[in-house]
Structure formats: structure tokens, C-alpha cells
């Protein structure tokens, strides 16, 4: 069922919401269980009429589910495009999903100003918050090109806001000429990496702070991660480098955006990965049949994935017979640092269990906010999946660890159950097939990729000769051949002897004649006194059972006469009647000992002979590996034969293989996901 949330048709452009089952779920949350994260991003070409497909996830237990869709298409191209139709498209669409009950802390997205402005006109500036992996990859571009001819950078405005940029730094490279070198763009994105994870918290181990505290310890943040931008740039001469560093990262305006300590709550995520996966599966799995569908095509495939979510949230939420993917990295995390924490010296960190907080800068960078030394202080050794369940929390604790055998433990960490309307559609009997995640519906939908082989296997199954068919038909009294007449019954039934009568199966309501030439053949059967064979004539039972008992056959046994004897006159061998003879063992332990020696013999000759042959063989694959070689220089190019050379032993045949994949595939050409070194010069 489409459940619309708004419709949008102006001169210039128009759009249409709507939302998914999860919706009503997340809107709904409270307390604890409250989801606070959410993704937006948007796709294109993926329908036929050419509209930009907007998606919000939602962040439930560290896994995505889509919330709401928006379809956005401009009619006529403007020089206002994103502030005349963009921003207020999407301001109209946020501004209902509040109105429905979505307030979320956190709105990740990447840099798109529309997306980026909608959510600040409907949130505050708190809440939007950039993905990190775009922000970097934004870094080293804008770094990477040219210098431009004008450098929009205000030295004052940059000195009323840090105390300690100087006034003699200012941007002077030639026009054209690069920002920063390779290595030092690497730099300067690993330590913006590490400037997103800071926060108060993390450096006073306090999660109790006010607020006023709390923007004096984030402004002090933001002054030393500039500081040390500042301090590297100018030891490497970046001025230009700094000058778009703090026009487009590091002032205030921008640092709210991407910084942790902007915000109270630190969220759990840092990149847009879950929306960016949730296109990849709908486009890999669910339009890999379809070029651009029509709109209610794509409506449709999105709300049948949105049935397999429902079945993943069912099995992986709600009954726990399956963990996220996020849980089973977080247990290998877990038991790592179990191992390094094994003889952990203090360092001088100061780590509070039960605020779930370290001061050391592993933990601020981890990805599950855990540590060494918080693993030792807990006390618990290796952990396993379904252990315990892992709940991550945007506020002190940050990690709840609940042990799924106590007692006391009840499985309600989730925002909510679906209703019983949508779940139905889901077949979850087994516990097996409703546990969908990504890897089984990319198994399942996923188009074959050799159409000729699969057909051949399926005519080979679906022909399989009726005599390899040896298991008996199940009769019940609701099977469907109990219908039928008794003449076909007669026709199926009597060629098969072996087949257990039961008093419900149809043969026994045939007739009397019917039945001498059934069961006059197979006279093994069990006969009981409830069997159907104990009603016939008495004649035909005279002449079924007419051969005498088996008792009779034999006359009995005179119980006066004696037993036969055993005869007593034959010849013995003394030797092997006296084991006590130490001659005797010792032939025995000889005779079995050159036995032994001679069957090592034989051994052993046969392993001469068999390695001489193998040593033969090697030369003989030798010189072949040399003509091998020679014939494959003359065939390929001479880079790629150079490739072939720097390989030797398992990555030698790895090559091989990979060479062979690839010169045999036949479905869709190369793209950039398919590089490989060994491709290079294919």
C-alpha cells in the first residue's frame, strides 16, 4: 500500500513523497530505544521519466532501513535551479517528516548545499552533519587542483577567530600551480580524520557536563585542531592550502558540520555507507533487469525490497536468530584487543568503565568506541556471537553489553514491532528463510551469468527417468488420488505390491475378484486381524494358507535319545596345544618379523621406482614450461609479459587464473570495480 506524504507541482519542477512500512516505526520510538540517526542521499537513472530519487534511512542497531522516498523532477533548467526548486522541495519534504513525528539529533549527507540547507532550515544547524568519507575526498580534490587566479580568503577574519594566525601568511603560489603535493594531501586528510573524532567527553571522562562547559571545552577543541592545520601548513609553506582549509573546513560555519564536538551526543556513525548501500542493493539486485523503469515499476521494486528489510528486521531485531554484520566485526574487535590486552601497560591513560569512556586516542578512532584498556577493565575474556547483545548508545555509556543467557535479560532493544499485516507477507516458518540480508538476495535475484549451462542442468533435472524414482507416495486420506475410481486405482496400485495397506487406503473398498488377484501374488505380507484380507471368502483363505505349518515339516526331536557325542579319537599336535613353548613364540614373533621386513622391501622399491618416474616427469614438464614460456612471450605484449614474469609459485598460478576468468567472461564489460594489477596491460 503507498502511503503518500506530499505532492509538490509548480511551474519549474514537481515532486512526490512517500513512505515505507519503517516509517511509523521509527516515528513512533521513545526513550531508549528512540532512533536519533538518520541518512539522506539521492541517486539518479533510475527511472525512466528522469526524476532524482531522494531516500532517508533510518539507523536502527547500527543497520539502515528506509523510512521515506521522494521523487524530484525540475521541468525547465534555472540559473536559481537549487534555491528556487531544490531547497524548497526538499524543505516541504523534511518539514512533513517532522510534522509525522521524525526528529532526529543527527541527519548525515554529503556535500550537497541543498540537502545540506533543507536540513538546517528544518532542524537547526545541530543537526545536519557531513559524511566523512566525502568530506575527504572533497579535501583532496580541492587540493589536487590548480590554484585560481582570485583566493577568496579574509586574513582578518581569520584572525579574529584564531589568535594565532599571522598577519605576513597569505596565499602568494602562482596561478595554476598545484595546492599540495600527493603526500601532503595524505597528511592533511589523516589529520582532519582525526580532528572529526575529537570531543569533551572523551578528554574530561565527564558525560554530566552543562552547557556552558561544554561549548567552552568544544571551542577549545576547534582552536587546537586549528592550530595544528595552521602550524603544518606553515612549516610546509601551504599558504594556499590553509587559505581553502579555513574558507571551506575549519571555520566555525563549516566545523559544526563534520566535527563531533559540535554536538553534546556523539553519533555512531560517520559516513553516509548505510544510504550509499541501500542504492547499490536496490540497483545490483533489483534493477539489474530494468533500464530505467517507469515510475510505478520502480515503486513497486522498491517496496518489495523494502519486504525483504522486513524480513531481516523480523529475524535479525525482533526473534534475534541473526546478527547485523556490524556485530560480528565488533566481536572480532572485541577479541583482538582481548589479545593485546594481555599485558597492558597503564601509559598513562585513564579509562571509567562506567561511563564507557577513554582518554587514549585509540578509542575516540575506533569505530565501536572500544579500547584495550577498557577490554581489560571490563573483566570479560573472548567473547562470541549471540553472546551478549550489543547495544551503542550516542550517550555515556556508549557500549551496553547484555548477556543473552541471564535471566533477567528481555529483548526489547528495538524502536518497535511491525504490524502483523505487513509481517504476513513475509515467510518466516523456518527461521531460515526470513533472515534475508544482502548476500542471500544478491544469491537469489542475481541474473545468471551462464544461461546455457543452467538450462541444461534444469532439463537434466526435470527429465530424470520415472525408475530412479524408488521413494513410495505418502496415501492420506485427504490426498487426491483417494478421489479417483476404483478401476484406476486397480490400474496404479496393482503393479506395486510393496506399497503398506492401511485401512484408509483406497484399494481396500475394491471388490472381492479385484483383491485375489492383488494379494494372491504376495503371500510375505503381515497379515492382522484388522487387515482387509481377514474379510475375504473362506475358500480363498483355504487355498492362500492351504500349504502345511512350517512345524510339521520336521517331526520332533525324542527327548529319551541322547545327544550326539563328540568324537574323542582325533589326532592333536602337541606343539600347538602347549602355548606355554618358547620355541614356538619365538618362530611366530620371526615369521611375522620378516614378513614385515620383506612387505618394507617392497615397499620401498616400489617408492624408488615411483620417484624415478616422478623425477622424469619434472623434466619433462620443465622443458615443456620452457617452450610454454617462449610461445606465450611471442603472444602477449611486453608489459604484460614482464607482469607474467615477476610472478612465481601460488601467485604464478593466480595469475593464470585470473587471465583465464577474464579472457572467458562474457556478460557485461569491464568497469572500474574490476581492476585487478594483473589486468593492467590486458
Not at 378 to 397: D, H, L, M, N, W
Not at 531 to 550: E, G, K, R
Request: proline share 7%; with cysteine.
Amino acid at each position: 500500500m503507498l502511503l503518500k506524504l506530499l505532492w509538490i507541482e509548480e511551474e519549474h519542477h514537481v515532486a512526490f513523497g512517500f513512505k515505507t512500512p519503517f516509517y511509523d516505526l521509527c516515528a513512533g520510538s521513545s526513550g531508549e530505544n528512540l532512533v536519533k540517526e538518520y541518512h539522506v542521499d539521492s541517486t539518479y537513472r533510475t527511472n525512466r521519466a528522469g526524476c532524482e530519487l531522494f531516500g532517508v534511512i533510518a539507523n536502527i542497531n547500527g543497520a539502515g532501513f528506509p523510512v521515506a522516498y521522494l521523487y524530484f523532477k525540475h521541468v525547465a533548467d534555472s540559473p536559481t535551479f537549487e534555491r528556487n526548486c531544490k531547497i524548497p522541495s526538499l524543505t516541504e519534504f523534511f518539514g512533513t517528516l517532522r510534522q509525522e513525528g521524525i526528529n532526529p539529533t543527527f541527519m548525515f549527507s554529503d556535500k550537497d548545499a541543498s540537502e545540506i540547507q533543507a536540513i538546517r532550515n528544518v532542524w537547526g544547524n545541530s543537526c545536519g552533519k557531513l559524511c566523512i568519507w566525502h568530506l575527504k575526498q572533497a579535501v583532496d580534490r580541492g587540493l589536487a587542483r590548480g590554484r585560481a587566479l582570485d583566493i577568496i580568503y579574509d586574513v582578518n577574519e581569520a584572525m579574529q577567530e584564531f589568535v594565532f594566525v599571522l598577519p605576513d601568511f597569505l596565499p602568494n603560489r602562482v596561478p595554476g600551480s598545484q595546492l599540495a603535493t600527493k603526500n601532503q594531501r595524505d597528511a592533511i586528510i589523516t589529520m582532519m580524520g582525526e580532528h572529526s573524532c575529537r570531543h569533551p567527553i572523551f578528554n574530561c571522562l565527564r558525560s554530566d557536563l552543562l552547557q556552558d562547559e561544554f561549548q567552552v571545552m568544544a571551542t577549545q577543541i576547534h582552536q587546537r585542531c586549528a592550530y595544528e592545520m595552521y602550524t603544518f601548513c606553515r612549516e610546509n609553506d601551504l599558504d594556499d592550502a590553509w587559505a581553502y582549509l579555513y574558507r571551506n573546513w575549519y571555520s566555525y560555519c563549516w566545523w559544526r558540520k563534520w566535527a563531533r564536538s559540535s554536538s553534546m551526543q556523539v553519533p555512531n556513525a560517520k559516513t553516509t555507507m548505510m544510504i550509499e548501500s541501500h542504492w547499490r542493493v536496490l540497483k545490483r539486485n533489483h534493477l539489474h533487469h530494468y533500464n530505467r523503469p517507469r515510475l510505478d515499476l520502480l515503486t513497486y521494486l522498491m517496496f518489495d525490497y523494502c519486504q525483504d528489510l522486513v524480513g531481516s528486521y523480523q529475524q535479525k531485531l525482533v526473534m534475534r536468530r541473526d546478527t547485523f554484520s556490524w556485530e560480528r566485526e565488533f566481536v572480532s574487535a572485541w577479541n583482538r584487543h582481548v589479545r593485546q590486552a594481555t599485558d597492558v601497560p597503564r601509559d598513562g591513560y585513564i579509562s571509567d568503565l562506567a561511563q564507557w569512556v577513554c582518554n587514549c586516542p585509540l578509542f575516540y578512532q575506533s569505530k565501536f568506541l572500544i579500547c584495550k584498556h577498557l577490554v581489560r577493565q571490563s573483566g570479560r575474556g573472548p567473547i562470541a556471537v549471540f553472546q551478549y547483545y550489543i547495544k551503542r548508545r550516542t550517550e555515556s555509556p556508549f557500549i551496553v553489553m547484555q548477556d543473552m543467557s541471564d535471566p533477567a535479560y528481555r529483548n526489547n532493544n528495538r524502536p518497535g514491532d511491525l504490524p502483523d499485516s505487513i509481517i504476513t507477507n513475509v515467510n518466516d516458518s523456518d527461521g531460515d528463510e526470513g533472515s534475508i540480508d544482502e548476500n542471500q538476495t544478491r544469491r537469489r535475484r542475481r541474473r545468471s551469468t551462464n544461461t546455457t549451462n543452467n538450462n541444461r542442468i534444469r532439463q537434466r533435472t526435470n527429465n530424470t527417468h520415472p525408475s530412479f524414482n524408488t521413494t513410495s507416495p505418502d496415501i492420506t486420506p485427504d490426498h487426491p488420488i483417494n478421489n479417483l475410481s476404483p478401476t484406476l486405482s486397480d490400474q496404479m496400485y496393482s503393479p506395486t505390491p510393496a506399497h503398506t495397506i492401511t485401512p484408509v487406503h483406497p484399494i481396500n473398498n475394491v471388490s472381492p475378484t479385484l483383491s485375489d488377484r492383488v494379494y494372491s501374488p504376495a503371500p510375505a505380507h503381515t497379515i492382522t486381524p484388522d487387515h482387509p484380507i481377514n474379510n475375504l471368502s473362506p475358500t480363498l483363505s483355504d487355498q492362500m494358507y492351504s500349504p502345511p505349518p512350517v512345524n510339521n515339516l520336521f517331526p520332533p526331536l525324542n527327548s529319551s535319545s541322547p545327544p550326539p557325542s563328540t568324537p574323542t579319537d582325533l589326532p592333536t599336535n602337541p606343539i600347538l596345544e602347549n602355548h606355554s613353548d618358547r620355541a614356538s613364540r619365538t618362530e611366530v614373533s620371526m615369521q611375522e618379523l620378516y614378513q614385515r621386513l620383506r612387505q618394507r622391501d617392497q615397499e620401498e622399491e616400489a617408492l624408488r621406482r615411483r620417484l624415478l618416474e616422478i623425477s622424469r616427469q619434472n623434466e619433462d614438464d620443465y622443458r615443456e614450461e620452457e617452450r610454454l614460456v617462449g610461445v606465450y612471450s611471442e603472444s602477449v605484449p611486453r608489459q604484460q609479459f614482464q607482469v607474467f614474469q615477476d610472478t612465481h609459485g601460488p601467485t604464478r598460478e593466480a595469475y593464470l587464473d585470473t587471465l583465464i576468468r577474464f579472457r572467458r567472461r562474457r556478460t557485461q564489460p569491464r568497469t572500474y570495480r574490476d581492476y585487478d594489477p594483473f589486468l593492467r596491460h590486458v
